[in-house]
């Protein structure tokens, strides 16, 4: 029995696990798999403690940092639950194997100043202007993933109501719109996009120049593009954006679970690591500008 690969179809067909979860998990178990035959010799069911104890000190001594091997740990702790849901074993040998303490670094985020450069930069001279524009103000003013961004449908936009509709992680939710995106949205959707797509049965909200679904390295692209014209240093991922809305509505005095929903976070605990942001913004703030700081 391929262990892996029996695994790669529970994720896929069983768990439902998304693309992104399913190729992380696979990456650490096909690179467990071939420190297994190239050092160990062994097969994946005849690993135990000690086993993944030296493949841990091995990624450390290959010089990976402390996140990545507690996240190959995670990753191999539920393939092995698999295997013992299969009977190939008995027991789960990353059960009792000591973690590393991972450095935890809060998120970055922009500033007011330097997000409103960055939605500055689309300039609405031609349809990719106009279209960037709507694509910059939706992420600031919704705070979504870059996946979920690039599997909106342009059903899922009310202009009208102002809010839009987030089918992200199995969980539907309605998040807000402010005025500036409702009006770069409903621009593009009435004059922009019907002469982008290819197909006029797309159903997809952003389009690249060939009418078809944005895809995520195009997105990327976009943004890096507009970082380098608005000379930001920061290094700006589409995630920095995600960042800044929940750290921005925290700061003018948003509540956590409110957040929570907007962000689709099934729990709170990932919400609050926003409310160290803040804390650090208004140290940083304080011992710029007060006069005996």
Known sequence: MDLVSAYEKYLLNVKRSSANTVASYMRDIRQFNTYLSSVEGLPASSC?????????????NHGKSSATIARSMASLKSFFLFCISEGVMKENPVFDIPQQKTEKKLPQVLTSREVDLLLEQPKCIDMKGFRDKALLETLYATGMRVSEMIALNVDDVSVSGSFIKCDGS???????????????????????????????????????VNGERMTRQGFWKIIKQYQASAQISKDITPHTLRHSFAAHLLENGADLRSLQEMLGHSDISSTQIYTQVVKQNLKTVYHKFHPRA
């Open 170 to 208: 199995g969980k539907l939710r309605i998040i807000p719109l402010y005025p500036a995106a409702v009006k770069a949205l409903a621009v593009y959707i009435s004059d922009i996009r019907p002469k982008m797509i290819a197909d006029p049965d797309e159903t997809a909200l952003f389009v690249n």
């Open 48 to 60: 135990d403690r000690d086993c993944v104890c030296r493949y841990s000190k091995y990624l450390n």
